[in-house]
């Protein structure tokens, strides 16, 4: 039986950040997480990690949060906002005293201005602080070397079944899945930090690793907590076509052009990334093509800018990117939405739950995210999350009889579960994508439920199966695609990443979160 | 086009790009229970390496070819078909101390950025471990790619205990390394784990140890002689 201190589910950029502060805070720590440790998503972001540092452009906290306002189109709260901007020093301190590899520029008088910043999107300043393009990559595995040198204790294995409420209705410990042993087990714990990260992999077209299935966010829906904003999804405008393996957006901000299949430019590339996916979707819709042209750029910036996305360039779309066009389409990106969290980042409806990272609505992204802020709030609210969470009153922990049915059943066809998931992937993008209206998302909503996947079950044995592991992510998919499209009905309105084609303009009306609790779904 | 699970061989009706769509459509029309692990599906998250045809490759970046045959990464436990369990990876940085021990206040370069720019690339996949053939005889083996995380540690500037990174690694360490390269050949991340070796001996003998294989030359001394190197 183990017990802890804080328990952390999730192993990105913020669970293992948040590990490292709760325990610096002298409190115990332990992370559970579904997989292999390095396998989420994290690992796969290359732009870049905001922070104001001015180290080439003049640059403040305060333009940082400008910019950060205006992107997240009157839905973000100012002094969340910033406190992720006053945030972005901190935590760029922090991991760089743990000995991230940031590329860096020559000529600087002290550490952290030595750090080479790039332009993304949206940025008034150039302010994402980058490792080559492979921030996320060299962040992550920083971390976790830290966090095992630490002695913090990383449960690989353990999916998250249900968070373990005590008789006040607390949160004092989660229930998971361990594939390793194929029996459920509790962890106990005074304080649950849910870092689970977002649930792009729900869609079909996506640029995510397969793990972004929220079952963090699903769980504390169903502990009674709320989650809000999940209509917010932002789409890549720029992953190679039917891959969908991400071009970051330094390519553009480095100068890359847009064209179309005439030839022609039609956008400006440095908009935000709501305002260039809704053109190239528009562009796509007419019947055009659309592709990146980064040839001007030259061979040799290019191999320094973005060596890995070269690789995969060539690997997926045979593409030669310093002589070639390169094919996109947008694809499903981030979840701005997650868990309505208050200014200590505790959720909404949950005491003793804390929520960080992609998973949680910590009001910063409003209606659309800024490149280079999800890594910011990652490893920022990772470090101001942890801090609240260890000052916090404990839960007191009860342990208590908690029964849970595996949905497996002998005689069961496995090909149901392939096919259903399949199904509510391909209805998501297509009538909660890009562009929506009223009669998709019902049709939608009506195609999800006749699903039935709550019914479903497998044939397997539990131990080692992955079956049962993506059996239980599409259960948890299907929890917020229903959440996320009664979201999308509620918001009559196009705001940022949410576009209504029945409803274009901005409504006053809407000027606030969408909310979901889990009696909106049953 | 047809494929070989641990000897067992599947026949793949549809064009796939790499061999972790080939592992896809097996599970999703032919074994639905068949185990394999995978994440990014972009090279970059190592959770889906595997051997082809003897040499470690990542699914998910490979494209497959007909009669190839697949088989898990060697020397970790197998849990189900091509997943195996690769947990001891963190006990095995714990032991060498993958970590900067002691913050320095320095500044980098962009040269310094060089330096260390090609080891921090490491997505732990473990091809390197696989296809080292020194675990063979000795389990205890650091292996390739802690050793390229001890490199990286030991010579960054912001390090105020380099030394320790160089004492923990004399052990069961850069000695046992024969400098076959099979390392370098295997990693899909182009890290050559065999010149950071050479190079954590350089530092070695700075820092005033010896190579023990030497030693046991010239005075005799015989395989299991536990020497740690020190002077």
């Known amino acids: 039986m183990h017990s802890v201190d804080i328990l952390i589910v999730g192993s990105g950029i913020a669970g293992l950040t948040a590990a490292i502060a709760a325990k610096e805070t002298g409190a115990s720590a332990a992370i559970a997480t579904k997989g292999a440790a390095t396998k989420g998503n994290s690992v796969m972001a290359q732009g870049g990690i905001n922070a104001a540092l001015g180290n080439i452009d003049s640059d403040s906290p305060n333009l940082h949060a400008k910019d950060t306002l205006k992107s997240a189109h009157n839905l973000a709260n100012e002094n969340m906002v910033e406190k992720l901007c006053n945030g972005g020093i901190e935590a760029i301190e922090f991991l760089e005293k743990l000995g991230v590899q940031f590329s860096r520029i020559g000529g600087a008088d002290t550490p952290l201005k030595s750090i080479a910043q790039r332009a993304l999107g949206g940025a008034s300043a150039k302010r994402a602080c980058y490792a080559q393009d492979y921030t996320g990559l060299k962040i992550v595995h920083t971390l976790l070397e830290s966090a095992v040198n630490l002695d913090i204790p990383i449960y690989e294995g353990l999916f998250l079944l249900e968070l373990i409420k005590n008789s006040l209705g607390e949160v004092c410990g989660g229930l998971f899945f361990n594939f390793d042993t194929g029996k459920t087990e509790p962890i106990y714990a005074g304080k649950v930090i849910i870092a689970t990260g977002g649930f792009g992999a729900i869609y079909s077209k996506n640029t995510n690793s397969a793990t972004s299935t929220g079952d963090g966010l699903a769980a504390i829906l169903r502990a009674g907590g709320e989650l809000s904003n999940l209509e917010f999804v932002q789409f890549h405008p720029t992953t190679l076509k039917g891959s969908n393996i991400l071009i970051s957006e330094s390519a553009r901000g480095e100068g890359g052009y847009l064209v179309n299949g005439k030839g022609e430019r039609f956008i400006n590339e440095l908009s935000t990334r709501d305002v260039i996916s809704r053109a190239i979707y528009g562009q796509i819709q007419s019947g055009e093509r659309v592709f990146l042209d980064i040839r001007h750029i030259g061979e040799e910036k290019l191999k320094q800018l973005m060596p890995q996305e070269l690789k995969l360039i060539k690997q997926y779309a045979n593409c030669n990117a310093a002589k070639e066009l390169i094919e996109i389409e947008p694809a499903v990106h981030y979840t701005m939405g997650g868990a309505s969290v208050n200014e200590k980042f505790e959720v909404t409806g949950l005491k003793g739950c804390y929520c960080i990272g992609e998973a949680s609505n910590a009001n910063v992204h409003g209606a659309n995210r800024l490149g280079g802020n999800s890594l910011l709030e990652a490893a920022a609210f990772g470090l101001q999350g942890a801090k609240e969470a260890a000052k916090a009153k404990a839960s007191k922990i009860e342990e208590t009889e908690l029964a849970y049915t595996l949905p497996i059943a002998k005689g069961s066809d496995n090909m149901e579960l392939f096919k259903a998931k399949k199904t509510l992937a391909d209805t998501l993008f297509e009538n909660a994508g890009v562009v929506r209206d009223e009669n998709k998302l019902s049709r939608a909503l009506s195609e999800i439920e006749s699903l039935n996947i709550k019914d479903l079950k497998i044939d397997d044995t539990p131990k080692h199966s992955t079956l049962l592991i993506e059996l239980l992510e599409l259960q948890n998919a299907s929890i917020l695609a229903t959440a996320l499209i009664k979201s999308a009905l509620w918001r009559k309105e196009t705001r940022g990443a949410h576009i209504r084609s029945d409803y274009p303009k901005e409504s006053v009306e809407f000027e606030k979160n969408s909310k979901v609790n889990y009696d909106i779904i049953e | ?231």
């Open chain 2, 1 to 231: 086009m047809n494929i070989e699970i641990n000897n067992k061989s599947y026949k793949i009706k549809k064009a796939v790009a790499t061999l972790l769509e080939a592992l896809i459509y097996i599970k999703e029309n032919i074994e639905p229970v068949l185990g394999f692990d995978y994440g990014c599906k972009s090279g970059v998250c190592g959770a889906c390496a595997v051997r082809v045809n003897g040499k470690e490759k990542l699914s998910c970046t490979y494209t497959p070819q007909d009669g190839d045959k697949i088989e898990p990464l060697r020397y970790y436990p197998i849990k189900r078909d091509l997943i195996v369990d690769k947990s001891s990876q963190k006990g095995l940085l714990k032991r060498v101390k993958t970590a900067l021990l002691s913050y320095n206040q320095q500044m980098l370069t962009p040269q310094d950025e060089l330096k260390t720019q090609i080891q921090s690339d490491c997505i732990l996949c473990s091809s390197c471990y696989s296809a080292c053939p020194v675990i063979e005889v000795n389990p205890n083996f650091a292996g390739p790619f802690a050793l390229t995380k001890t490199y990286k540690y030991a010579i960054d500037a912001r390090e105020a205990k380099q030394k320790e990174h160089i004492d923990t690694i004399q052990s069961n360490g850069i000695w046992d390394c024969t400098l076959c390269g099979e390392c370098t050949l295997a990693c899909p991340q182009n890290i050559d784990s065999k010149t950071d070796i050479i190079n954590l001996r350089n530092l070695s003998a700075k820092y005033g140890y010896m190579d023990p294989n030497f030693n046991n030359m010239n005075f005799g001394g015989g395989f299991g002689l536990d020497f740690n190197g020190r002077f």
